[in-house]
């Protein structure tokens, strides 16, 4: 199945980092009750088990929530791309450009999401595969960044990340951009730790309010 579209619809990530093991499953029952559909659990690069680690939370929740658009986030390299694909994932998200990652994201059948900021690393992204570019890191702001960059790149597909939260949501998908992604305003670490699902279902519901036609399956 080809993401692009499906993903240009929705318009929206899930980002579930550094969230407690023990938690994660919790994080995405809530996601998905609440219509989410593209949901990524990123690699921690500090922990030297991450690709175990990361790799068996990610078979857990396709086993658990079949129909969710799962991937994998902070794919550095290729070992973690080749794990991401092995447990699952249908896309990869990184925080700059490997065209390795790109390659074996492409060989394995995976959408390429990789990151840039300048307009020389975004263009050099798409030239090398990418499916959308990911802009990172744009801060809370930085709208007119997004905007004045990706003029003269207009052809190019790309999300926006980092420090998204229902105030910015609307204004963030207004430059053109084809998807963004959220975490912590999603899961608020506070909510996650104390289990208050009913909260998190509450912020996620804020964030979908400002998504214009915003549609699901």
């Known amino acids: 199945m080809n993401l692009s579209e499906p993903l240009k619809r929705t318009r929206f990530i899930g980002i579930l980092r550094r969230i407690p093991m023990e938690k994660i499953l919790f994080c995405a029952e809530t996601f998905a009750a609440e219509g989410g559909e593209f949901l990524e659990l ?11 680690k990361t790799g068996k939370a990610l078979r ?47 060989r394995r059948g995976l959408i ?12 050099h992204a798409y030239e090398s595969g990418a499916d959308f570019v990911k802009l990172f890191p744009i801060l ?18 790309f999300l926006v990340t980092g420090g998204i ?21 999603l899961f608020p670490p506070e909510r996650v730790n104390q289990n208050d699902w009913r ?13 214009p036609d915003r549609k699901s399956n």
């Open 140 to 157: 809370p702001g930085g709208e007119q960044y997004v905007k004045t960059v990706m003029s003269p790149l207009a052809h190019i597909p």
């Open 199 to 211: 909260g998190i279902a509450q912020t996620i519901r804020l964030h979908w309010k400002e998504i």
């Open 165 to 185: 939260h229902p105030g910015n949501v609307r204004s963030m998908l207004e430059t053109g951009a084809a998807a963004i992604g959220a975490g912590a305003s």
């Open 60 to 106: 857990k929740l396709r086993q658990a929530f079949p129909t969710l658009h799962l991937g994998a986030g902070t794919v550095l390299n290729t070992p973690m791309a080749e794990a991401a694909a092995d447990s699952g994932a249908e896309f990869l998200v990184s925080p700059s450009t490997s065209p390795a990652v790109i390659e074996t994201a492409h």
């Open 112 to 123: 390429a999401i990789p990151g840039a900021f300048t307009p020389n690393e975004i263009l």
């Open 42 to 52: 990123t690699f921690d690069p500090a922990d030297h088990d991450t690709l175990e």
